[in-house]
């Protein structure tokens, strides 16, 4: 099985902060990566998928980057809409596997 | 619009059987894969079962394999999965999300849409 690996497990940020997540495989999964933001008592959302290809409807400042094995979510400007838990998975194959979470919380 | 309802959780000894329902609508169902994915109090998120769109190929985590079925029914639009045997640590939320399957392969595997959630509690 693929392992996930998301850090840190939390950040504490300010509105307009810049804020990274890095999510690394196990093994080489090319571009395949999923992002996800979840708020309190929701489903999660998927933010980005194909590692850097945004999905509809997401604002700009969510962006994703890497390949193999080592990836990131970057905020370029942390809205206040923004603070909740983010988690990575890979979508190479199964068992599909997700990242520990990482929660942006406020400063 | 996609919307997602899963249905079936309670409370529920260890050892006893529950199903879960997850009823599709605004989206070409047929088309889809479906999945459950599960999320302990407190916890992070937890694939456990895919089935395909034409109800042939069927994956699970490890965790439920053996314990847990995934079956659908395209003619009413709804994926199910049968719970035997469980145990306080499949206590969860239990999510039904989708797998775009519309272009003939699944690949890659991201979930785009998901339902609301249904609370299963495995206590005595």
């Known amino acids: 099985d693929i392992q996930m690996t998301q850090s840190p497990s939390s950040v504490s940020a300010s509105v307009g902060d810049r804020v990274t997540i890095t999510c690394q495989a196990s093994e080489g999964i090319a571009s395949w990566l999923a992002w996800y933001q979840q708020k309190p008592g929701k489903a999660p959302k998927i933010l980005i998928s194909?590692?850097?290809t945004l999905e509809s409807g997401v604002p700009s400042r969510f962006s994703g980057r890497g390949s193999g094995t080592d990836f990131t979510l970057t905020i370029s400007s942390l809205q206040p809409e923004d603070f909740a838990t983010y988690y990575c998975?890979?979508?190479?194959?199964?068992?599909?596997?997700f990242g520990g979470g990482t929660k942006v919380e406020v400063k | 619009e996609v919307q997602l309802v899963e249905t079936g959780g309670g409370f529920i000894p260890p050892g006893g059987s529950l199903r879960l329902s997850c009823a599709a609508s605004g989206f070409n169902f047929n088309k889809y894969g479906m999945n459950w994915v599960r999320q302990a109090p407190g916890k992070g998120l937890e694939w456990i079962s895919f089935?395909?769109?034409?109800?042939?190929?069927?994956y699970y985590a490890d965790s439920v394999k053996g314990r847990f079925t995934i079956s659908r029914d395209n003619a009413r639009n709804s994926v199910f999965l049968q719970m035997n045997s469980l145990r306080a640590e499949d206590t969860a939320v239990y999510y039904c999300?989708?797998?775009?399957?519309?272009?003939?392969?699944?690949?890659?595997?991201?979930?785009?849409?998901w339902g609301q959630g249904t609370l299963v509690t495995v206590s005595s």
């Open positions: 998975q890979q979508t190479n194959s199964f068992p599909l596997t």
């Open positions: 999300a989708t797998i775009d399957c519309s272009g003939g392969s699944c690949f890659p595997f991201y979930f785009d849409s």
């Open positions: 089935i395909r769109s034409g109800g042939t190929i069927m």
């Open positions: 194909a590692a850097s």
